[in-house]
């Protein structure tokens, strides 16, 4: 019986320790992760209007500042900070198709990602650069335009970048009332290409091996039961 | 005096957090049924690590500590609060090997605010993730919504009395039937027929939207885990707004509602017994609550302007209210637009929504509404002992699950867990203000995390400081196992240091 502090507190420290071996073996095999990064930067794609967003809450702040020409590129956050300043306006905007086209009669939803996997460093998997949470808006593409989202990115693949021009409706009636922009025209500036996601050998070695230990851990758990 | 828990503590506690940990290696294998088809080998040996260690770890746990001691108050206590600590730690495991997190502190996050069913999260570039990733997160609101530990512990134990203090210990303080084992399967039970239900008509819904029927279903499964456990997570980092479908929206509602309430009112449903629904306590103070809360949300939306048709008013105010309300934290619209398009009182209501909370007994969080009813219960018991005279006996009742007189000691239980929560609300707003977020904004986060909804104002974020994220982190896991079994752990933790023997 360990009726000493210091015993109590050495098999404390000795599981602990398990746990965090355990750990530092699972950061080193994520450290070593082989990464394929492709062509990452989307070509063709314009400076953002809003390098510094502006924040504005409703009823509550200034009146709106003038809304960006509509040759310049305007970004999901600074849509989402500011709606209404952008309310009715039409926006360049660019982004990958990620998810599905929702098709619809008379053209299709499209997700449109204009984060840092999209445009700047490519999808996460493949380049293991941080940029953050996934941001993008909903845009609606008529019939037409719907075409142009080919392929959507997913897990497998890096989707379609798209360049549109179209309406911002902060409020768009037809949508129960979601931020979206209405897209009249669109081009394809990047198309998709596949995620390449390299074998990590090094992480199946150590698979192997744990899920070995961890079948002679429950053998001889249960023959100690069985002794019992 | 606090007595220093000895070897036979130990042992009892690390055998049954053994088991669990066992069951959550188990958890980590399902998601290979689509990571193997699929050939994505890096997940899988990501999913098969953490399965492995979380085995190992819980295996030989169990096969060192084995006793046939009885499981008292305290070791009941303490087992479930250490089992939602580590669980999430190897949980971690699969997720941060995924490559989507800066840091295993956020795959932690990440995990806890799973198996939690709050919905937080920290995972970056979500709309690459693998689909087994995707599934392994969905799966951990299913696992926590229920109660990973009670579940882990009734398939391996045989003596409904072994787990009866975990049961209660895991913020389950309704038996169904008197028997533990009994009443966890019933739980299950109906979780996996509204599964098979849920599943099929989001399935249908999403179809309808756009996707493929491959697709459609898996979106559809993963939906109805986080919509029934009141969790959160969803496939696409657009959260509900991703499909663009009314439908899938209702068919998520029914889910939310259904999760909030209690598993002993599905019970009296399922025996037929209707009139539960209008006498308990529990569904009079949330009708109240949530109708009240609409229509200050109402209110506030059409005050600030932010719609201007009453379909949107109500499609984006009513679905965002009863996912607060029901702790589940969908969103079917960016969070930041609640700071800058909603006004002030809109997000008011929904702090308010998102602290009450759901059900007891259900996969809810927050204060919950029996709570709520007691105290309101209880302060118009006082009032009426206020206005007869003084040797009049003024007694209250209400009705949960039969007619229940309102005792003393209940109250006081109900009014120090909700004050409980309230400081809990207000210390993660207030760090958040430090750290120099707007205080609504700040409170709005903090309660979205200790009530475990989900929803975020833009508060969290990966690059959010390491100590708020921390906050909120710990602020899950009180919030789910309600403080009480988070204090006893603690108590544990100084009688371990500064008991006598």
Known sequence: MPRSRTDLRLRVLAGALTILAAIAVVLQLERTRPLAPSEAMVAGVADAVTPNLLTCRRGRDEPDPPPPAADARTTSAALVECPFRFDGETVTYVGEVVGDVLRRDGGAWVQLNDDAYALEVGPLPASGEFAGYSSGLSVWLPDGLADLAQRPGGPQWRGDVLQVEGVVHRVDDQDGGGLTIRAHAAQVLAPAEPLARPFHTAQAVVAIGLVVLAAGVIVWERRSRRSR | ?501
């Open chain 2, 1 to 501: 005096m606090l007595i220093r828990p000895d070897r036979d503590d130990f042992r009892t506690i690390g055998f049954y957090v053994g088991k669990v940990l066992t069951g959550v290696g188990v958890l980590l294998l399902l998601p290979l049924v689509f990571a193997v088809p699929a050939g994505d080998w890096n997940s899988a040996t990501a999913l098969l690590i953490g399965a492995a260690i979380a085995i190992i770890v819980g295996r030989t746990s169990e096969a060192l500590l084995f006793t046939r001691q009885e499981l008292d108050w305290s070791h009941g206590l303490v087992s479930v609060a250490v089992s939602w600590l580590l669980g999430p730690l190897f949980v971690a495991i699969p997720l941060f090997l995924s490559g989507h997190f800066a840091s295993y502190l956020d795959a932690y996050f990440d995990a806890m605010s799973g198996l939690t069913t709050s919905g937080l999260a920290t995972i970056q570039d979500l709309d690459h993730l693998s689909r087994s990733m995707n599934l392994l997160r969905h799966l951990t609101h299913f696992a926590g919504g229920q109660g990973i530990v009670i579940v882990v512990l009734t398939m391996f134990a045989t003596s409904g009395a072994q787990v009866g203090t975990l049961y209660v210990a895991e913020g389950r303080d309704e038996r169904i039937v008197p028997n533990v084992v009994r009443t966890a399967r019933f739980i299950y039970g109906v979780a996996l027929a509204y599964a098979v239900v849920g599943t099929a008509a989001l399935t249908w819904a999403a179809s309808a939207a756009g996707l493929r029927l491959p697709t459609a279903l898996y979106h559809g499964f993963n939906l109805f885990m986080a919509a029934f456990d009141t969790g959160g997570f969803s496939p696409m980092s657009s959260s509900i707004a991703y499909y663009h479908s009314a439908a899938l929206e209702m068919v998520v509602m029914v889910l939310m509602i259904a999760g909030t309430l209690s598993f002993g009112l599905h019970f009296a449903l399922w025996r037929g017994r209707r009139r539960e629904l209008w006498l308990n306590l529990e569904t009079r103070t949330l009708a109240v609550t949530v109708f009240g809360l609409l229509a200050i949300v109402l209110t506030g939306l059409a005050h600030a302007g932010a719609y201007e048709r009453v379909g949107g008013l109500f499609r984006k105010g009513a679905f965002t209210l009863l996912s607060a309300h029901t702790g589940t934290g969908f969103s079917v619209t960016s969070g930041r637009l609640f700071s800058t398009e909603w006004g002030l009182i809109a997000p008011a209501g929904i702090v308010m929504a998102m602290a009450l909370g759901g059900m007891a007994s259900s996969t809810a969080g927050g204060i919950k509404a029996i709570r709520v009813g007691i105290t309101v219960k209880s302060v118009v018991r006082d009032i009426r002992r206020l206005l007869v005279p003084e040797s009049a006996l003024v007694v209250s009742s209400y009705h949960s699950n039969r007619r229940q007189i309102l005792r003393d000691s209940e109250v006081r239980g109900a009014i120090t867990v909700l004050v409980l929560f309230l400081l809990s609300y207000g210390a993660g707003a207030i760090l958040g203000v430090y750290y120099g977020f707007q205080f609504e904004e700040a409170l709005f986060e903090s309660t979205s995390a200790a009530a475990n909804v989900g929803l975020s104002i833009g508060v969290l974020s990966p690059d959010l400081a390491t100590p708020l994220k921390v906050t909120y982190l710990i602020q899950m896991w009180l919030g789910r196992l309600e403080f009480m079994t988070a204090f006893a752990f603690i108590g544990y933790l100084a009688a371990m240091f500064r008991g006598r023997l």
